[in-house]
Every structure is written in structure tokens, then in C-alpha cells.
């Protein structure tokens, strides 16, 4: 069973950013796309970024997209999220997630994916 875990998040300013990252251990890691979603108080769990199983490919949510970089790196088992420039309403706990095997890319849907991380808590002041 894969178990993901997720560091990196923190207390920044508006403007400033952030380094996410995501280990894999006690399963498959690299024959899976990967995703991150965050989950802001009092809100439902949004997607925020996915990339493919290789890397070949990512997709971003329109509310992160030129700000926000997924990347992976299948021989440590991790998937990194770097959040630039963030606002205030970018806070959320941040989690990602593995894609269930032959669901199309992109997928921004939650139930599509199978196992997720604890989360880190994400808080930008104005």
C-alpha cells in the first residue's frame, strides 16, 4: 500500500513562495500519474496541478497556471509542487495524490484518484 507524504508548506507573505514536496514509499511510484489538490476551510478539495507518469506532461488549474510548477523525480519516489508569486486566497492544506491506473490525463476529478498524503498546511498573509 502507498503511503505519500507531504512537507514544505508554511506561514509566507503575498508575493513570496513556497517549495512542495510529496515522498512515496511501501508501493509503486513511478508508473503513475501524480497530482495536487488543496483544501481551503470550509471549502471542497480542489485540483491544482497533475502531471504524467514520465513527466512528459502537466496540467494546471486556470487559477495557478503560470504560477504554480509540478515536476517529479521517479528515481526518489517524489513529486514537487513550486508555488510562486502566491496570494492570500492560495491558502489551503495542500495534498497530493496518485491516479488510479487507465484514467485519462488530465483528471481533476478526486475520485479518480486512490491514495493521499496528510496534506501541509499552505497560509499566505496579505
Known amino acids: 500500500q502507498v503511503q505519500l507524504v507531504e512537507s514544505g508548506g508554511g506561514l509566507v507573505q503575498a508575493g513570496d513562495s513556497l517549495s512542495l514536496s510529496c515522498a512515496a514509499s511501501?508501493?509503486?511510484?513511478?508508473?503513475?500519474?501524480m497530482a495536487w489538490f488543496r483544501q481551503a476551510p470550509e471549502k471542497e478539495r480542489e485540483f491544482v496541478a497533475a502531471?504524467?507518469?514520465?513527466?512528459?506532461?502537466?496540467f494546471y488549474a486556470d487559477s495557478v497556471r503560470g504560477r504554480f510548477t509540478i515536476s517529479r523525480d521517479n528515481a526518489k519516489n517524489t513529486v514537487y509542487l513550486q508555488v510562486n508569486s502566491l496570494k492570500p486566497e492560495d491558502t489551503a492544506v495542500y495534498y497530493c495524490?496518485?491516479?488510479?491506473?487507465?484514467?485519462?490525463?488530465?483528471?481533476?476529478?478526486?475520485?479518480?484518484?486512490?491514495?493521499w498524503g496528510q496534506g501541509t498546511q499552505v497560509t499566505v498573509s496579505s
Open positions: 495524490a496518485r491516479k488510479q491506473v487507465g484514467i485519462p490525463f488530465p483528471e481533476e476529478s478526486v475520485r479518480w484518484y486512490d491514495y
Open positions: 511501501r508501493g509503486t511510484f513511478s508508473n503513475y500519474g
Open positions: 502531471i504524467t507518469w514520465n513527466g512528459d506532461a502537466t
